[in-house]
């Protein structure tokens, strides 16, 4: 069966780093785009960074660009989110996502989510 499974979250201090991992199993993982989603309490899952196929383009939220970089390990079905710089207000449930073409049409696909806590 499809898993996305993160891992990497925690605490970290404002101005910290934190390395997310989604490794990805149940489908041909180089032939799909992947993404990171955000969900802080009491507010709407955003998308955070996507990364297509390849890992020849990267897109980012406004909020996140410049700090985040999204990353891909084709070999070992792994996605990475290096969170820089981190603020108060990335504090988040953080979600790996894709979305996968089955018989029955596209199928969307999110991991449990890990923690990220950023404060003093």
């Known amino acids: 069966q499809v898993q996305l499974v993160e891992s990497g979250g925690g605490l970290v201090q404002p101005g910290g780093s934190l390395r997310l991992s989604c490794a990805a199993s149940g489908f041909t993982f180089r032939n799909y785009g992947m993404s990171w989603y955000r969900q802080a309490p009491g507010k709407e899952r955003e998308l955070a960074a996507v990364?297509?196929?390849?890992?020849?383009?990267?897109n980012y939220a406004d909020s996140v660009k410049g700090r985040f970089t999204i990353s891909r390990d084709d070999t070992n079905n792994l996605l990475y989110l290096q969170m820089n710089s981190l603020k108060p207000e990335d504090a988040a449930v953080y979600y790996c996502?894709?979305?996968?073409?089955?018989?029955?049409?596209?199928?969307?696909?999110w991991g449990q989510g890990t923690q990220v806590t950023v404060s003093s």
């Open positions: 996502y894709t979305r996968l073409a089955t018989s029955l049409g596209p199928r969307d696909y």
């Open positions: 990364i297509t196929t390849g890992g020849y383009s990267t």
